[in-house]
């Protein structure tokens, strides 16, 4: 007989609390609004109300529906008003476990494309929860000489050698456009092309490889001292945008050091973000190597071009 009355408590409680919630802001509402002179603003406000009224009573039920208590068992275990592959759940589900196993069968279900049996939903209630990745405790804790706001002169010169290192790399980019250029002359632009741009990987220096040996044949003697020099470079470009693409974090005073860090390692989602310490002479160091690579690229693409006669450096 308890259980009966239980049983019809819970069904009608979803209906009950739909029509009280929807009664009651209704009548605060409609109270509210009739004060209101202007027709127009009270016409709008009618409708407003009986919209919220009406959606704040479908969430109430919904929630009723999914979420109000059932029958227990002495023991408080749930009773067979639940499915079957939560009655072989070990162990009583809170509010944001069922949230949880909601989402986990929706995600499951639509990676295999089909409605999940009822043992693979028993396999995924019985999953264990994934526990938050651990932070790194470096990362999380600061020097007593560190300071996360340095005052701008303390980092003046951190700010120089990083705008000359930008400089510079951007020197060396333009050299790289200019030496594909001198491949094929005859091709207005040529290096500027989306296509024929290096990137800074393997791939990328295996691309610039290709066009040297389309356009110049394979028997070219630099090829190989271009390839040492962009494989040199990607590493070099890599430094460069974590500098100019990672967070400034902080400045050591004792070390005189910006500890710069990066986002998230989606390749190892699970490791924490990288962190590197950079100095003055680090940074001008990234500089002076951008330096030394494009002036060996100006090199490589003056032996490209053709050679002048004597009239011609007599014309000059």
């Not at 002179?37 to 009270?42: P, Q, V």
């Not at 704040?56 to 059932?70: G, I, K």
Request: hydrophobic fraction near 40%; aromatic fraction near 8%.
């Amino acid at each position: 007989m308890v259980r009966g009355w239980g049983t019809i408590a819970r069904k009608a409680a979803g209906p009950v609390g739909y029509w009280l919630v929807l009664g009651l802001i209704t009548f605060l509402g409609m109270n509210a609004v009739i004060k209101i002179e202007a027709a127009r603003t009270r016409l709008f406000l009618v409708v407003v109300v009986i919209g919220v009224a009406f959606g704040a009573a479908s969430l109430v039920e919904h929630l009723l529906r999914d979420y109000v208590p059932t029958d227990m068992q002495p023991n408080g275990e749930p009773t067979g008003v639940w499915p079957r592959w939560y009655r072989r759940s070990p162990h009583a589900m809170t509010l944001r476990q069922q949230i949880r196993i909601r989402f986990a069968i929706l995600k499951k279900a639509l990676q295999l494309r089909r409605p999940l049996t009822e043992t693979e939903m028993h396999q995924v209630v019985a999953a264990p929860e994934p526990q938050p990745t651990p932070k790194n405790p470096r990362n999380d804790v600061m020097d007593r000489d560190d300071v996360a706001f340095p005052d701008p002169n303390e980092i003046a010169s951190h700010a120089i050698a990083f705008a000359r290192m930008m400089f510079a790399h951007a020197e060396f980019e333009r050299g790289i456009r200019s030496l594909v250029d001198a491949l094929n002359p005859e091709e207005l632009g040529f290096g500027e092309r989306t296509e024929n741009q290096w990137r800074a990987s393997d791939s990328g220096t295996a691309n610039i490889i290709v066009l040297i040996m389309r356009h110049r044949g394979s028997a070219l003697p630099q090829i190989e001292q271009i390839r040492n020099l962009l494989d040199e470079a990607v590493h070099l470009c890599r430094e460069r945008n974590f500098l100019a693409h990672g967070t400034w974090w902080c400045f050591n005073r004792r070390t005189l050091t910006v500890e710069v860090r990066g986002g998230v390692r989606w390749e190892r989602p699970e490791l924490p973000a990288e962190s590197r310490e950079y100095t003055v002479s680090d940074i001008e160091k990234l500089a002076d190597k951008f330096k030394d690579i494009e002036a060996e690229l100006y090199k490589i693409r003056r032996s490209f071009e053709p050679k002048m006669t004597e009239a011609e450096m007599r014309s000059i």
